[in-house]
């Protein structure tokens, strides 16, 4: 069965450092790699790739996918406390869109 | 601008009984989820609905079933609810045309079985 799988699981940090999110997935039939930011309630939609070494960016984010190797990262510069969250990868193949576990990213001031 | 909706927001249930959980877009979107999201265990694919009048299984589907009611609105249901469905339940959509969009999510139902 395809699988998504993200590490580091949590990871605490310090306003200002550069925090990188890994996310690697198996699967048949990828068409599109996506991460997502959750807070409290919903996740919130944040990138989604489709092909290799095009980097996404928005603001002090930024993400890539190596289709060769079959993995994203997800880059955030000069963290701060409101980027606490957890961040969810997903892969989307012909059908439905399988998610990893997450990583926990707390910004400590 | 309402987008998904999910009722109820809460439920507590005891083992053995049912409930549905409702879940309505009005986004005009063909492509509709559930998940369940456990701590330490991300979102699992429940059921999905690539377009009205279809549903398949997804990763995690023993103990529900589910009803595309029309193109707004799919269900989820617990025939007889035990602890281990314990869990917040997202409903998503997502548009199919002009290729891959995003899933839009609802803002979760928390249920609890006693």
């Given at each position: ?40 309630k ?68 | ?5 999910q009722?109820p927001k809460f439920q507590v249930l ?7 959980l ?14 369940r999201q ?48 314990t869990s917040v339940y997202f ?16 803002e979760g139902s928390r249920l609890t079985v006693?």
């Amino acid at each position: 069965e395809d699988k998504v799988v993200q590490s580091p699981l949590s990871l605490v940090v310090h306003e200002g450092d550069t925090v990188t999110l890994n996310c690697s997935y198996e699967v048949t039939n990828f068409r599109s790699l996506l991460w997502y930011k959750q807070e409290k309630k919903a996740p919130t939609f944040l990138f989604m790739l489709t092909s290799s070494g095009i980097e996404k960016k928005s603001g002090r984010l930024s993400s890539i996918l190596d289709k060769k190797e079959l993995f994203s990262i997800l880059n955030i510069t000069a963290t701060q406390t409101g980027d606490s969250a957890v961040y969810l990868c997903a892969e989307y193949n012909n059908n439905d869109m399988r998610f990893g576990a997450g990583t926990r990213l707390t910004v400590k001031p | 601008n309402a987008g998904v909706t999910q009722t109820p927001k809460f439920q507590v249930l005891k083992t053995g009984q049912s409930m549905t959980l409702q879940c309505a877009q009005d986004m005009n979107h063909n492509s509709m989820y559930w998940y369940r999201q456990d701590p330490g265990m991300g979102l699992r694919l429940i059921y999905y609905s690539a377009s009205e009048g279809t549903t398949d299984k997804g990763e995690v589907p023993n103990g529900y079933n589910v009803s595309r009611l029309n193109k707004r609105e799919f269900s989820l249901r617990l025939e007889s609810a035990a602890p281990s469905q314990t869990s917040v339940y997202f409903c998503a959509s997502r548009t199919t045309s002009g290729g891959v969009r995003e899933l839009f999510f609802g803002e979760g139902s928390r249920l609890t079985v006693l």
